[in-house]
């Protein structure tokens, strides 16, 4: 069995977790300074991230899989839900992908990053990406109420106060404007089934970086106590379903790449359309690696 994970403690409002103690600004300062990119590129961390800074053919193919996954999802719901004809803002937009196929898909699309380096490449790829927080962009009157839609995907669970953080930016959407938030589904009862069937627990507790650890449930919860009104929940691959077929990427991370592949084949096999019903039904029930929510801003 793995070693017991960082404590946590649960919103008694929300039903979020938090990790308790919180961890302090200078450790989280270290730990981003020291660790963390080298945790992504040995697969503790970001996966995602990690297989796009491989570059070559690893990348490429991970951005295959993004274009006609998450982000053709993201295109989905910021156009069924009224964002298609007006500012979309990436928070946290790294070197722009997102952004770029926004974008692409004829979205009106710009991005904020708070890193200097990452903006910068953006804007080397003639992406609009400024380098700024949220708390700094929401200071210029000339962007409050400016969006139609905006995008947060997998930040909430970093940030030490993720109420005020949607409260923030609710002051850049307009009355009616769109919110899609990504972060991952943790504490479910299929993560509890796959810990009993595997022997391990709490794998997915990842101090001190990821300090929120949201499910489907309070994730919607946390978005109507903040101004939203939830009006989509969707998922993506339990990978979970993985650990319960007895493929434990926990106690051999190697396995890792070769599930990703099944995985990706996976998705990509199926009709967009027929792969986005699978997923609203596995959110449905609770199970799903993330979710994936759209909001509505209240007037």
Known sequence: MNA???????????????????????????????????LIRRGGRAPEIGRLLAGGETAAREREWLAATLYADLVDGLETHGAGGGRVLDIGAGTGDLVAHLQSAGLRASGIEPSQDASRLARERGLDVAAATVEQWATDPAHR???????????????????????????????????CVRVPNDFSDWQAAAAAACGHDGWWVAAPDHIHYFSHDSLARTLAACGFEPVQLTTDFPM?????????????????????????????????????????????VGAGRNTLAFAVRRP
């Open 145 to 179: 109420g400016a969006y139609a839609g905006a995008v947060l995907i997998n930040v909430l669970e970093h940030v030490p106060q993720p109420q005020a953080l949607l409260a923030t930016i609710g002051t850049l959407l307009a009355p009616g404007g769109v919110l």
């Open 240 to 284: 979970e379903f993985f650990l319960l077929m007895g493929e434990d990427y926990v106690a051999d991370p190697a396995l890792g790449p070769g599930l990703h592949e099944r995985r990706r084949r996976f998705e990509l096999a199926l009709p967009a359309a027929l792969r986005r019903r699978l997923y609203a039904a596995f959110a449905s």
């Open 4 to 38: 017991q994970p960082h404590p946590t403690v649960t919103d008694p409002e929300l039903g979020f977790r938090r990790l308790d103690p919180l961890p302090a600004a200078d450790e989280l300062a270290a730990f981003y300074e020291s660790r963390y990119y080298d």
